[in-house]
């Protein structure tokens, strides 16, 4: 068995909602100015009531509209789950590997199983305009392409770090019809007051969130969309897990070891929130592993300091709602790194409460091992993974070996977020081609 | 119905040979000294025993060897069958439009389905080294993750203007292992003829071969591959049009229009080949058509008597066997246009007699329409198509249109042989981003 499909017509017809199954009640979201919960209306400025409802919802199970479930199937879901074979042969591990292929959809990740739904429910709402950021520019290609999709104009504000080193991801969202603008922009106040305090700035997703969430409350019929740390965003996500049981059920594997990288925290809980929930019934036994870069250590920062978890903004300017999560601090200012989208200071605030719990375990890793476990992943299973995902291959890897040095027959799995074609030149860089 | 789907055990497990199928009798492959018959112990100068029994081969069908097939579920075959739902409707046609996706393997091409082949065999035989030429890099990119499937070194020879302008596609390769060099080079003697003569030389697919073959026949256990015009790459291409047969079956269609590109034709051919043999058996009534640049009009060149139909070489120095078929001559410097993997002076054989006979019609295409073709079925199906491909699917419009206008019902469909996503610049420079 070297792949396992799922039929169209086995596509989630529901998404999996975590929040009824958590450990201790989800602090909810405050006002940055008054500090009480947030109101369903005052979250309604930024986005759609639909998802607003979501955002709140304790409901376990909440339906997946059918024209989202027909655009899934359109980008290639369900995606198919693979065993590395020549992996395991090159570790020499009695681990079996498993991986699912969130690659595989036009924009490249998993990003557009949100952005679907999102511009979906803008779209029915009335609005006309999306606004958004994105670091690496795999969020901003899933919207503009979701964008696309429901007729809706779409305006991307993007980190000016990729935005100069990343000139193909620019050309993915304009091809899709999108306003691209490099942040700090000039097309906002925030962005001007940042350019003018330091005309070199090189952004960052906070600053960027900040310019798109300005655009947003001053536009027309315009909403804001987040790619990540939202509930409503992990709740899409969870289409990832739910194929996944009903694949590895199928081949009658009980998965040991799940792992996904984590930025915002988006694929990887939507990789494990199903089989959390699964663990709770007794179906499993399984360890579940956030990896996240050495350099942006917002939950294996806790022990040294420099994480907190507490409330704090979502961006630069203080603009959006504060959250309760695990935070390197909203004026956090990330090295230039190569996976541009585990650049984010702060963790979704589901991710963080299960890491405060222990349901759930964080490993930071040295980007130089996550792109050597790259180059071996593209030599043994041919695929070129996007940094990011580099980061759950190098600690697959690393639990296949503890697998052979202990001679036990793990079963492995791990989400395949994305791949690397336009990551290319970070590639070079640092295998030095 | 968005999708079609086949699952892993329906990859094909025998090809389609032409040959024995054809309205007259091929022509062979002759020595260019002696002007006879190319016996099989010279064809094994380059390549191994197994594929020139394939390449001389008149049987109908012959067995795909299990590693092959197992290789061909790894890189995703089969692949799905999409229906364009949304470009129909922005068309406002009656008819309905299908594509095959070949742009889902890890190499991002139809490529690595002859090129996993190749490597087999060779590997089989004992063959440690294969050289090879790329234009455009998509088939290098596919035999550099084949050879690193099955152990052997990979040495490419890609033309010099592709070397320079596609950066991202030598990377690809060198993920895999590859040696990559910018032809002409200095490490043949050709090559270095070549530079000699003209030190500005941007290079062609004709100087490349012959650098490449130069290579394969002074090395040690060395052969040389060739990733399109021979019969055994059209051979190894059929699981295409096995599978698009199977997959329109299920839905009970019956094409009346199969598009594709052609430069040296192996995606046409395994593309429309099946469906040619379909024909003959009154199974459909449909037309095959091969769409080509206006630049390089290996076919449609005839009437204006820039292309010929006889005995002509591979490559520039004219080391390789001579085979009849379309060319624009061996010494033909393409333009630098866009699709680098249509730039080629010849055409393969098979689908040269093909058009000889009428048994297939050619279109020749501006580059203008194709990239406005791309971006259309960007914002409509959200997959952005090799300029290669883009040819395909701007006759397809075409064609859409035709039947809107005279108002039938015909079923279209094309072959999408890979996706954009490293010839981004390409539609940068044409859309003007």
């Known amino acids: 068995?070297?792949?396992?499909?799922?039929?169209?017509?086995?596509v989630p017809d529901r998404w999996y909602n975590i929040v009824p199954d958590l450990p201790e009640k989800l602090p909810p979201a405050i006002h940055?100015?008054?500090r009480e919960p947030l109101k369903p209306e005052e979250w309604e400025g930024l986005f759609p009531k639909a998802l607003v409802r979501q955002e709140l919802s304790e409901e376990r199970y909440i339906r997946i509209p059918e024209e989202v479930r027909e655009a899934l199937i359109t980008i290639g879901r369900p995606s198919p789950l693979y065993r590395a074979r020549r992996l395991e042969k090159a570790l020499g591990t009695p681990a079996r590997i498993y991986f699912k292929r969130e690659d595989l959809s036009p924009a490249g990740s998993h990003k557009p199983n949100t952005a679907i739904a999102q511009a979906y429910y803008n779209m029915a709402e009335g609005?006309?305009?999306l606004t958004t950021e994105t670091g690496a520019g795999q969020w901003g290609s899933a919207l503009s392409?979701?964008?696309?999709l429901y007729g809706l104009k779409c305006t991307v504000f993007m980190v000016r770090s990729s935005y100069d080193s990343k000139p193909y991801r620019k050309f993915v969202m304009k091809m899709f019809g999108a306003d691209v603008y490099a942040s700090p922009s000039n097309v906002t106040e925030f962005g001007r007051k940042v350019n003018r305090e330091d005309p070199t700035c090189s952004g960052s997703l906070g600053i960027a969130i900040?310019?798109?969430?300005?655009?947003?409350?001053?536009g027309e019929k315009t909403k804001y969309a987040l790619g990540s740390v939202l509930n409503h965003v992990m709740l899409h996500q969870t289409v990832i897990g739910l194929e996944a049981q009903?694949?590895?059920e199928k081949i009658g594997e009980k998965p040991d070891t799940l792992i996904a990288c984590v930025g915002g925290g988006s694929n990887f809980a939507g990789?494990?929130?199903p089989f959390i929930h699964d663990k709770q019934k007794g179906k499993n036994d399984a360890k579940f592993i956030a990896v996240e870069p050495q350099s942006v250590p917002s939950l294996t920062g806790m022990k040294s300091g420099e994480s907190k978890y507490d409330y704090d903004f979502g961006d630069t300017?203080?603009?959006?709602?504060m959250l309760k999560m695990h935070s390197l601090g909203h004026d956090f200012m990330p090295r230039v790194i190569h996976a541009g989208g585990l650049r984010y200071h702060g963790m979704s605030p589901l991710v963080s409460l299960l890491y405060k719990n222990n349901v759930i375990e964080a490993e930071a890793l040295h980007q130089a091992e996550t792109f050597a476990a790259g180059k071996l992943f593209a030599e043994t299973e041919g695929i070129i993974a996007a940094p990011e995902s580099c980061h759950a291959i190098a600690s697959a890897i690393n639990h296949a070996r503890a697998a052979k040095k202990a001679n036990e027959e793990k079963v492995i799995v791990f989400n395949l977020s994305g791949h690397g074609l336009l990551d290319l030149q970070n590639y070079a860089d640092m295998l030095k081609f």
């Open 1 to 10: 068995m070297i792949r396992v499909n799922l039929d169209s017509d086995e």
């Open 32 to 34: 940055p100015g008054t």
């Open 127 to 129: 609005v006309e305009n």
């Open 145 to 148: 392409s979701a964008c696309a």
């Open 210 to 218: 900040s310019e798109a969430v300005e655009m947003a409350v001053k």
């Open 246 to 248: 009903k694949q590895l």
């Open 271 to 273: 990789f494990t929130f």
């Open 317 to 321: 300017a203080g603009m959006t709602p």
